[in-house]
């Protein structure tokens, strides 16, 4: 009973960047699709992307921690820290795995972002559902947040067609 707030605590981090990753991933994607690059080129510009988000996620939350404690942080608050931060980066592997298909001539480069800018739409239903469900709101309420969520990420995915 004791570690369920932390457990709780790190399960609504992890959500929350994963949620960030995400909005984050769609406006590359967006981007992207908006350059005219090579699917690797596109890969490459997202994992990058992706691995700088992470350490600067990183960087910044050992900078707080240590502001906050009044101490130098050591392997293990990053290990601590990485543990609930990984998420921002880890949602562009499937937009990673579908660019690189389109690389092996599997399928269009622009499929490929098609299909990744969908998959960051349902990412971000599945999170609000979750996060929703961490806070034992009733089914109408999960049914509504999620809602709500998809039709931001449809907004945020759209944007792209006004510009």
Not at 57 to 85: D, H
Not at 96 to 107: E, F, K, T
Not at 120 to 139: D, F, K
Request: charged share 15%; net charge negative; proline share 3%.
């Amino acid at each position: 009973m004791g570690t369920e707030p932390k457990a709780h605590g790190d399960a609504s981090r992890r959500i929350s960047e994963a949620v960030y990753g995400t909005i984050v991933l769609l406006a590359a994607i967006d981007y992207l699709v908006q350059e005219h690059e090579g699917p690797l080129e596109s890969a490459v510009s997202i994992a990058g992307g992706a691995c700088v988000l992470f350490f600067a996620r990183l960087y910044s939350e050992a900078i707080a921690e240590r502001a906050a404690t009044n101490q130098r942080g050591g392997g293990e608050g990053l290990v601590r820290i990485a543990s609930v931060t990984w998420p921002v980066a880890a949602v562009a592997g499937p937009p990673l795995v579908l660019l690189m298909a389109a690389a092996l001539h599997a399928m269009s480069h622009e499929t490929a972002l098609d299909v990744a800018s969908g998959y960051c739409v349902v990412a971000l239903g599945v999170a609000s559902y979750v996060a929703a469900r961490l806070t034992h709101a009733s089914t109408m309420r999960r049914i509504l947040s999620t809602a709500l969520a998809l039709v931001v990420g449809l907004a945020l995915a759209g944007l792209k067609e006004l510009f």
